[in-house]
C-alpha cells in the first residue's frame, strides 16, 4: 500500500515529510500496528499488509499536532 500524506493550505496541498506512516490491521481477535514508515521528502510512503487474515481490515495512521488522522478501513489484500 503506498500514497502521500499532504497537509492543506488554503487551496493549496503541502507534502508532510519525515512523519510517521503506520499500517494497522484489525481482526475480529486483534489489532495492532504491522508494518510504519517515515514518509520520504515528498510525502510519499508505502507499507506492506500481511496476507495472513482475510477477514481483516487496514487502516493507515499519521499524526498531526499530537493527534492520529486515519484512513478509511482498507480491505485486506488476498491470500495467496
Same mark, same amino acid.
Not at 508532510?16 to 503506520?22: E, S
Given at each position: 500500500m503506498s500514497?502521500? /500524506? /499532504? #497537509?492543506?493550505? =488554503?487551496?493549496? $496541498?503541502l507534502s /508532510?515529510?519525515? !512523519?510517521? &506512516? !503506520?499500517l494497522h490491521q484489525v481482526t475480529l481477535e $486483534? =489489532? =495492532?500496528p504491522v508494518? $510504519?514508515? #517515515?514518509?520520504? =521528502?515528498a510525502g510519499r510512503y508505502? !507499507?506492506?499488509a500481511p496476507r495472513r487474515?482475510? &477477514?481483516a481490515v487496514h487502516l493507515l495512521s499519521v499524526p498531526s499536532a499530537g493527534l492520529p488522522y486515519l484512513t478509511s478501513p482498507i480491505p485486506? %489484500? %488476498?491470500a495467496p
Open positions: 500514497g502521500r /500524506v /499532504v #497537509r492543506l493550505r =488554503g487551496a493549496d $496541498s /508532510v515529510p519525515g !512523519v510517521w &506512516a !503506520v $486483534s =489489532g =495492532g508494518d $510504519s514508515i #517515515r514518509t520520504d =521528502g508505502r !507499507v506492506r487474515y482475510t &477477514a485486506a %489484500p %488476498p
